[in-house]
């Protein structure tokens, strides 16, 4: 075999490999495929500058992420049953920071709804729940020493949440002890991210209406940027995830003074 044809299958072979890594993880780094593949930082470089003119990544400084369309929103019912038992662990964890007679924000999303679930089974005393998403006020609809805020809007059928102007108007009046916020995807370098732009637009005004912010996400949304910002980490007091969170990503978010919550 000619030794050009040869060196383009190991480069083809490799790239493969790398597409593996990031499907893995996220995003990989200039310097990590030098090292796992014994080449050059010159190769290395020209690897991610070809995956990223075909479309399968996207160049970040010093190495590449994920696609910006690499998440599908998957409708609700779809979701409960992705990663339940990481959203349910999460969930658990979550539950034990809400104190009686608190107000508190609940996004929409999978598991938000474990949240409310574990709320229903564990309701401290006069408890409010502000929330835009029918799912979570529908699974706390009759528990006994609690109320509902339901914020109105436009209606998003695919995660049966309220978005838009109205939402955010009556959102700005409110105020709230903790807000629990679900997001698409996560990274310490970028921020929190949704698919929907007023759904990103909402999440911000509950952030800036509430005392102290939790993010509750699988370790599936770390390394994910999705269409719309919602917000950096500044206010963001702790995330709670499962124990697959990347190392590196924990690191991050820590030094950034951000508490990392491993259930």
Known sequence: MPREKHNRMLAEERRREILALLGRHGRITVEEVAKRFGVSVVTARGDLDTLSESGSLVRSHGGGIRPLAAIPEHPLKVRESIHHEEKVRIAEAAVQ?????????????????????????????????????????????????????????????VSKAFVGPQAEAMMQSLHADHCFLSTVGLDPDWGLTTLDIMEAQLNQRMIEAAAQVTVIADSSKFGHRSLSLIANFKRIRRVITDSGAPAADVEKLQSQNVEVCLA
């Open 97 to 157: 920071l809400i104190k009686p007679l608190q107000t508190v924000i609940l996004c929409s999303g999978s598991t938000s709804a474990e949240l409310a679930l574990r709320l229903r089974q564990n309701t401290p005393g006069n408890l409010t729940v502000i929330t835009y998403a029918l799912n979570i006020a529908s699974i706390l609809a009759e528990v006994p020493n609690l109320s509902i805020v339901m914020i109105g809007g436009i209606m998003r059928s």
